[in-house]
């Protein structure tokens, strides 16, 4: 499977072939996206070949050339990180769009909720990806949008809005941050294990007033099961973070 004319569209749109040579028609230079990274042509980074030094100057026809070679690797890597999967073209077009822009779809749980039949669930995934310089940024937000709607298979309105982003916002970021789950996510999805870690602390706090000479030579039976349900709380604490953290991205 091969990027589809949409799909090349969507990121040509987002793209752009930025930075023109002022008195040079057809020549452009590097620049730094919003995130910060070196860029030159229609999203090309250092991130692989061909390299380039800032400053440099290239036609259009080479910064066209660099674009499809560039759009070749990630071709390659979607159908890698997701071989044996069968994908409607809609759907392989936003992956490439995505991984083009983040080189992150293989650090992303969006695979492993394709293999598992959780297409509904890519949206949501997509729009957490929305952040570089621990910002959250405009193109970041309306590009992942824009992706979503393709990957549903909404192609006229994965359209409109990359060229809407085109005239109003300017370079496309070329970095996004792996998203993290907000500490509220966390909290709300640990309530259980944290009330144990309260209710196992008191246990043993409790357990510390030995009643007589005898009971405070030994670890009260209190203190000893507060410690156990405090160690067992933290451990599912842990295990979800864990979890979490795969499952938000």
């Not at 910060?36 to 910064?63: D, M, Q, Y």
């Amino acid at each position: 499977m091969h990027l589809s004319a949409d799909g090349l569209a969507l990121i040509e749109a987002f793209e752009g072939c930025l930075a023109p040579v002022p008195g040079r028609p057809g020549q452009f230079t590097t620049y730094r996206c919003p995130a910060g990274v070196l860029t030159i042509g229609f999203g090309h980074t250092n991130h692989h070949p061909p390299r380039f030094a800032e400053g440099e100057v290239w036609s259009r026809a080479k910064c066209r050339a660099v674009l499809a070679a560039d759009l070749r690797l990630f071709e390659a890597r979607v159908r890698t990180i997701l071989a044996g999967v069968q994908l409607a073209q809609h759907e392989f077009d936003a992956l490439v769009s995505f991984d083009f822009n983040t080189g992150g779809l293989d650090r992303s749980s969006i695979p492993a909720k394709i293999r598992a039949g959780r297409r509904g669930d890519v949206r949501a995934t997509l729009a957490r990806w929305n952040k570089a310089r621990g910002r959250v940024l405009r193109g970041l937000v309306r590009r992942r949008a824009a992706e979503a709607d393709l990957f549903d298979g909404r192609v006229e309105e994965a359209l409109r809005k990359a060229g809407a982003l085109r005239r109003s916002a300017g370079p496309m970021p070329q970095k996004a941050e792996r998203p993290r789950p907000p500490a509220s996510e966390l909290a709300r999805r640990t309530r259980a294990e944290t009330g144990a870690i309260v209710a196992g602390g008191t246990a043993a706090g409790t357990a510390t007033q030995a009643p007589d000479e005898g009971a405070a030579l030994l670890p009260p039976l209190g203190i000893a099961f507060g410690l156990i349900v405090i160690a067992v709380a933290a451990l599912l604490i842990w295990r979800k973070r864990r979890l979490l953290a795969a499952e938000w991205a």
